[in-house]
């Protein structure tokens, strides 16, 4: 039961979430898509509910449900996503949890691709917008942008030149090897990227991560 929320610190506050994964045709029956769970997005969602936030959640399809309370706007593709996202308004905090699909085909087939004997087929990719660099420099920019990276190699050196390319304020960097167990496991490890430096959290629960996450972003948002 999520109990008597819109009220807490963010009360009155509207924050945006994308979480979750994209999926990109190929064809009618085929898709690209990526290990996300959207586990840390929902519980991320959760938990600014829990303090009392406005949360409009902008979903990937995603193996957790979406929590009850939120604005749910579910979509398939990167194109949907930013569509949904450029639609939210008077967006206070912006959280960009969702594992976009960073290509996705050049022209989708309408129809089945078929075996058709004559050779193996070949997919031409097409780059998919940066959603959260797209709000970044957009007019109405949320007063908060917090963005994650994910990486396998490098982890704190590439996060840190990502806030600063996607111009967000803060990025969360996660090592999502598959040794971690990150991608779909109950626990996540992430350094908070900001300004003032890196914040290194213990690994926790993607619950907890929220929380604290949430905690910080009401601290910011005052
Ligand atoms: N992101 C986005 N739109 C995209 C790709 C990424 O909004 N098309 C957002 C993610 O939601 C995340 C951040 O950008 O908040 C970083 O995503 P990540 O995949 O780590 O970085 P990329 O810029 O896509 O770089 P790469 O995958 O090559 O490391
Ligand atoms: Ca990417």
Redesign the pocket.
């Known amino acids: 039961i999520e109990a008597a929320v819109n009220d807490g610190p963010l009360k009155g506050k509207h924050i945006l979430v994308?979480s979750g994964p994209t999926h990109e045709p190929i064809d009618p029956v085929r898709y690209i898509a990526n290990r996300s769970s959207g586990a840390q997005g929902t519980a991320i969602a959760r938990a600014l509910l829990g303090l009392g936030a406005r949360v409009t959640f902008v979903s990937g399809p995603a193996d957790v449900a979406p929590p009850i309370g939120v604005d749910l706007v579910s979509v398939q593709t990167?194109a949907q996503m930013l569509e949904a996202v450029n639609a939210a308004q008077d967006v206070d905090a912006g959280v960009?949890?969702?594992?976009?699909a960073?290509w996705r085909m050049a022209t989708a087939s309408d129809q089945k691709i078929k075996k058709d004997g004559k050779g193996l087929p070949v997919l031409e990719f097409a780059e998919?917008?940066?959603?959260?660099a797209t709000v970044c420099a957009s007019r109405g920019r949320p007063k908060l942008v917090v963005?994650?990276?994910?990486?396998t190699q490098n982890v704190i050196e590439?996060a840190t030149a990502?806030r600063t390319r996607?111009g967000c304020d803060w990025i969360v960097a996660n090592d999502v090897s598959p040794a971690t167990g990150i991608m779909g496991g109950a626990e996540n490890d992430v350094t908070l990227i900001t300004d003032d430096g890196a914040e290194d959290w213990p690994r926790m629960g993607k619950d907890q991560v929220a929380q604290k996450l949430a905690q910080r972003i009401a601290e910011a948002l005052g």
Do not use: C, Q
Request: proline share 5%.
């Open positions: 994308t990167a960009f949890a969702a594992a976009v960073d998919n917008p940066d959603i959260l963005g994650f990276a994910a990486e590439n990502k996607k």
